[in-house]
Nanobody
Framework: QVQLVESGGGLVQPGGSLRLSCAAS????????MGWYRRAPGKQRELVAV???????NYVDSVKGRFTIARDNAKNMVFLQMNSLKPEDTAVYYC???????????????WGQGTQVTVSS
């Protein structure tokens, strides 16, 4: 059983910073891509940032230059450093990882439970 657990959300003023963390645990053979998605009220879920096992990184245009994604492969963790936060960044943020639980198993998508980020004065 694989679990993703996020932490680090909260309430912050515009211009502030938050750092989200996500730890994958359980039976894990290989982790491919890890990323962060968000769902704002009344909107569809969108990809915020993704980092592959080869450290290729992509960001949605609206966060480029403000957010930084990183991973710690030894700890099976992914992070999202969010700077210069704006009210439009308010959303529930979800960690995602593409994981092969066993040596001969296929890759599966796993999701965290979500963490609320609210940017407001």
């Amino acid at each position: 059983q694989v679990q993703l657990v996020e932490s680090g959300g909260g309430l912050v003023q515009p211009g502030g910073s938050l750092r989200l963390s996500c730890a994958a645990s359980g039976t894990i053979d290989t982790i491919n891509a890890m990323g962060w998605y968000r769902r704002a009220p009344g909107k569809q879920r969108e990809l915020v940032a993704v980092i592959t096992s080869g450290n290729n990184i992509n960001y949605v245009d609206s966060v480029k230059g403000r957010f930084t994604i990183a991973r710690d492969n030894a700890k099976n963790m992914v992070f999202l450093q969010m700077n210069s936060l704006k009210p439009e960044d308010t959303a529930v943020y979800y960690c995602n990882a593409v994981i092969k639980p066993g040596r001969v198993s296929p890759y599966y998508d796993y999701w965290g439970q979500g963490t609320q980020v609210t940017v407001s004065s």
